[in-house]
Nanobody, 126 residues
Framework: QVQLVESGGGYVQTGDSLRLSCERSGRTFSSYTIGWFRQAPGKERDFVAAIRADGGITNYDYADSVKGRFTISRDNAKNTVFLQMNSLKPEDTAVYYC?????????????????WGQGTQVTVSS
């Protein structure tokens, strides 16, 4: 079994930064996809960023809306994936979730993941 715990959300002003963390425990996988998604009230869960690891190859993917502002990274020693969010805008307001698939996949933008965390709220005030 796998557990994912997100943290780092908060209430910030336009232009501020936040760093979200997704700490995983339980089973480990040599290949995996970890994705960050966000969901605003009444809306669908949208893709934000993903990291795909397959052996020694790592790929990073971003939604167009966050390219140049958000950066996904990982600390293998801490089993944690981060989402650095800069130049935040009110439209970034949502609950942010991380998900894991135990394999590398090109369909990372689809919110069909085997495991999900509980989410962390990000609110950006204008």
């Amino acid at each position: 079994q796998v557990q994912l715990v997100e943290s780092g959300g908060g209430y910030v002003q336009t232009g501020d930064s936040l760093r979200l963390s997704c700490e995983r425990s339980g089973r480990t996988f040599s290949s995996y996809t970890i994705g960050w998604f966000r969901q605003a009230p009444g809306k669908e869960r949208d893709f934000v960023a993903a990291i795909r690891a397959d052996g020694g190859i790592t790929n990073y993917d971003y939604a167009d809306s966050v390219k140049g502002r958000f950066t996904i990274s990982r600390d293998n020693a801490k089993n944690t994936v981060f989402l650095q969010m800069n130049s935040l805008k009110p439209e970034d307001t949502a609950v942010y979730y991380c998900g894991l698939r135990p394999y590398s996949t090109s369909t990372y933008a689809r919110p069909v993941y085997n495991y999900w965390g509980q989410g962390t709220q990000v609110t950006v005030s204008s």
